[in-house]
């Protein structure tokens, strides 16, 4: 997951203003760049980089495998709390030295700095000391291992340890992802009183951590709104001082210098990475390059690998298009081989470029002084990959990812316990589910997605006029998102009310609607006894409102008249409102055909794509570019698809398909279905990914 009188006066007069933010309206982007081939680079611990012989062992393993790589990142650490500055300067005398040696093999080589405020409590006896401000929770706990950005005495020492790796002179350099605001033991911060401070000089009102978080989980809703917002104002704030503080210092030695940011959802820090990005790239405008992350860290659970890259999907599509380095973690923490297969690793790249990324940032080996031929079946492994990666990027490079999202925004954290309970215990924001996982194209960014997908208080994010608006295009939402928006004065644009809620026993069964087609009285039981969650009954609203599930119980008796429906409002605006299991459980073939045949109609056939068949598939088709479109999809499954569809809107009769070794074979329409041409893909292994490009 960062001298005194003169400098305090100066501080506070530099953190009163917040650093200038650019209007969104100047950042359209006529022009995408094209990017030719994928980013690859490895992040590599001290243990392999300052022994000598090490790092040679190293270089001779890339070498062997010549391609796997383009690019070695060093990191200045290997524990998680900042490094004393006598620790970073005399690494970074043998980090100069191994930045040539790679250079004269080929490689571009950098310098990943680990701990710029720190991550937490580790190595806390070898690591920085002294007298500095750490991040400090509402509670008034602090993390030993991570400093608070804000304190001048740690910006000093930011400034210092920039200053020590840029005369290094390495190609470029990552700030790595303690720069945020949550760290280990404490949970969110930083409220130390400094910070208290400056949210005083920002909002005009003084607040000490007791009567913080009683106003930020107190009161009336809208007044916790407003104070969560600010809050998230104010961490976007301290964020862009220190990116601007990193800018310069680095700038002011090597004017030319790349800076890197990894990421993962910042929710809390106010996920302002567009201007986070034109903080980092100065005013000269230099080269930002972005690693956003997750956490997906073994194949025990696999399920995993399409969720990191759903989160990724989301990083990816607030970045300015002029960001052509976006490298995806692909970590294996704490890097025991046998946590993650060479195929899985090798996937999860792929899936993270199919999700937005241009490239990867393999950090898989060992931490340890140790021989690496453990690690050598994975390199072997990922040198067959390149050319694949390679074809992906150019086939999909950064255009944009076109299909349904799940509604997000900047703001989306201050949904989180917003009806009750403590803010800074605060759930992950955006709904996690698997409609994704049945071949539906995923999209992330909400400039006018095919569909928009609504929960529970995620439209407390937006305000009036954007809820509003929203309304006027194809929503699927879940009850307790119907509950709030008829609650908002907008009734007459969902069609349906919530009638009741029931705990136990309910069984949901398809009407004889023509979207649920040859499925009608087929019945979804996802057994409320065991997976908890309440089935609602809704109720028409409006004539034009129709039936597509109600709910039964165990004897048959019909219990609820509706329990999924749908309709279209005065504005155009296509809804269907799902009261069973809304986000789980999509997986029985007659839910799953269901769930395509309303997506279809929500968008009124702007679905740029989904899997026709019955499959576990995860999908990301971009914008069409020149009539052409490329998309990518992976069976995720431990079966094998047979005779995938894929429904494809487009104009051309025939599509390249590329397997995982590059192999192209050509696959010709079997029909059309509307806008739609018919692909039969014959056969994809288990856990494969296939890239599609339209002819
Ligand atoms: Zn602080």
Redesign the pocket.
């Known amino acids: 997951m960062y001298r005194l009188i003169f400098i305090m006066a100066a501080f506070f007069l530099y953190c009163c203003s917040a650093p200038e933010r650019k209007d969104d309206t100047q950042k359209e982007i006529t022009g995408i760049p094209a990017v030719s081939k994928s980013s690859i680079s490895f992040r590599i611990a001290p243990a392999l980089s300052l022994p000598e012989s090490r790092f040679k062992e190293l270089l001779d393993l890339f070498d062997k495998y010549k391609g796997v790589t383009d690019e070695i990142t060093l990191f200045t650490n290997v524990t998680h709390a900042p490094l004393p500055l006598d620790s970073i300067r005399n690494r970074s005398v043998i980090f100069k030295q191994r930045m040539e040696q790679a250079r004269a093999r080929g490689y571009r080589a950098g310098i990943n700095v680990l701990t710029t405020i720190g991550h937490h409590n580790e190595n806390l006896e070898n690591s920085l000391q002294g007298v500095f ?1 750490h ?2 929770n509402i509670e008034g706990q602090i993390s030993q291992g991570s400093l ?4 001048p005495s740690v910006q000093e020492y930011i400034k210092d340890q920039y200053r020590i790796v840029t005369e290094a002179k390495p190609d470029y350099i990552w700030i790595d992802d303690d720069v945020r605001f949550g760290h280990m033991p404490v949970g969110l ?7 208290l401070r400056i949210f005083k000089e920002e909002t005009g009102k003084e607040y000490n951590r007791d009567m913080l978080k009683k106003a930020l989980n107190t009161g009336g809703q809208k007044e916790k709104q407003e104070i969560r917002e600010k809050w998230l104002q104010h961490n976007r704030n301290t964020l862009s001082r220190l990116f601007k503080l990193i800018e310069e210092t680095v700038h002011s030695i090597q004017p030319e210098m790349p800076l890197g940011f990894m990421t993962g959802d910042r929710f809390f820090e106010g996920y302002d990475f567009d201007n986070w990005a034109d903080f980092l790239a100065g005013t000269a405008g230099k080269e930002v390059m972005w690693r956003p992350g997750g956490g997906y860290y073994t194949d025990f659970n696999n399920g995993g690998l399409a969720g990191k890259s759903h989160d990724i999907g989301r990083q990816v599509s607030l970045l300015p298009r002029h960001i052509t380095s976006i490298q995806s973690e692909i970590e294996c923490f704490p890097y025991q081989r046998l946590q993650k297969a060479a195929g899985m690793v090798a996937l999860e790249a792929a899936s993270h470029i199919a999700a937005g990324c241009t490239g990867a940032a393999f950090n898989v080996f060992t931490m340890t002084d140790e021989p690496l031929n453990e690690y050598e079946p994975l390199i072997a492994k990922l040198y067959t990959m390149r050319p694949f990666y390679d074809l992906m990027v150019k086939c999909l490079g950064r255009d944009s990812l076109s299909g349904i999202q799940t509604f997000w925004n900047k703001n989306s954290a201050v949904t989180a316990n917003l009806v009750a309970g403590n803010w800074l215990d605060m759930p992950f924001p955006v709904t996690n589910h698997t409609i994704y996982d049945i071949g539906m194209p995923a999209a992330y960014s909400n400039k006018d997605p095919a569909v928009t997908m609504l929960s529970g208080n995620s439209i407390f994010a937006m305000s009036r006029e954007e809820i509003e608006k929203l309304l006027s295009t194809p929503v699927y939402m879940d009850a307790e998102a119907l509950q709030q928006i008829n609650d908002m004065g907008f009734g007459e644009l969902t069609g349906f009310e919530v009638v009741k809620s029931e705990d136990k026993d309910q069984i949901e069964k398809l009407t004889d609607h023509p979207l649920n087609k040859d499925f009608a009285g087929r019945e979804r039981d996802c057994r409320q006894s065991f997976y908890k969650s309440s089935a609602f009954t809704l109720k028409a609203t409006d004539n034009k409102a129709q039936s597509l599930s109600r709910l039964i119980d165990y004897s048959g008796k019909v219990t609820g008249v509706i329990a999924m429906g749908i309709f279209e409002n005065k504005k155009g605006g296509r809804i269907c409102v799902s009261g069973y299991y809304p986000w789980t459980f999509q997986e029985n073939l007659s839910r799953s055909a269901q769930m395509k045949s309303v997506f279809r109609w929500l968008s009124g056939d702007r679905l740029p794509g989904y899997i026709g068949s019955y499959h576990k598939i995860n999908l990301w088709v971009r914008e069409p570019v020149d009539g052409k479109t490329a998309l990518a999809f992976t069976n995720s499954s431990f079966d094998p698809a047979e005779n995938v569809t894929l429904m494809l809107r487009t104009k051309s009769k025939k599509i390249r398909v590329y397997d995982m070794g590059a192999k192209e074979t050509s696959v010709s329409s079997s029909g059309t279905d509307g806008p739609y041409e018919k692909f039969i893909i014959p056969f994809v292994d288990p856990w494969q990914m296939r890239l599609v490009v339209t002819e």
């Open positions: 401000e991040i400090t608070c950005p804000n304190d911060g930083c409220f130390c009183n400094n910070c």
